[in-house]
C-alpha cells in the first residue's frame, strides 16, 4: 500500500525559509516520478515541482530560483526547500507520487500525472 506522509510546514514570515518532507512506504522508491502541488485558499491545486526517476527536475515559474526538490532514496523521503518565501506561496501543499519512470516535460506539474497523494501540510508566510 502506498503512502506518502508529508512534514515541516508551518508559519513564517516572508523572505523566510521551511523545508517539507515526504516520507514514503509502500513501493519501489527510486522508479517513481514525485511532485509536490500546492493549493491556496479558493484556488485550483497547482504544481510546484516535479523530480522524476531519471533526476531530471521542473519547477514552476513562480518558484524557480526559490525551491529545490530533491531526494533521498536511502531514505525514501522527498524534499522541498522553500527559500525567500512570499505570501503568495501560502496554501496546503502535497506531495505525489506515479510509478511512471518518467513523464513528459508538459505533464510533470499536472495532477493528472500522478496516482498517489499525501495528507499534505499547511504553509503560511505573512508580510
Known amino acids: 500500500q502506498v503512502q506518502l506522509v508529508e512534514s515541516g510546514g508551518g508559519s513564517v514570515q516572508a523572505g523566510g525559509s521551511l523545508r517539507l518532507s515526504c516520507a514514503a512506504s509502500g513501493f519501489t522508491y527510486g522508479t517513481y516520478s514525485m511532485a509536490w502541488f500546492r493549493q491556496a485558499p479558493e484556488k485550483e491545486r497547482e504544481g510546484v515541482a516535479a523530480?522524476?526517476?531519471?533526476?531530471?527536475?521542473y519547477y514552476a515559474d513562480s518558484v524557480k530560483d526559490r525551491f529545490t526538490i530533491f531526494r533521498d532514496n536511502a531514505k525514501n523521503t522527498l524534499y522541498l526547500q522553500m527559500n525567500s518565501l512570499k505570501p503568495e506561496d501560502t496554501g496546503m501543499f502535497y506531495c505525489?507520487?506515479?510509478?511512471?519512470?518518467?513523464?513528459?516535460?508538459?505533464?510533470?506539474?499536472?495532477?493528472?500525472?500522478?496516482?498517489?497523494w499525501g495528507q499534505g501540510t499547511q504553509v503560511t508566510v505573512s508580510s
Open positions: 505525489a507520487a506515479d510509478p511512471a519512470y518518467y513523464i513528459a516535460r508538459v505533464d510533470r506539474l499536472r495532477d493528472y500525472a500522478y496516482k498517489y
Open positions: 523530480r522524476d526517476s531519471t533526476g531530471d527536475t
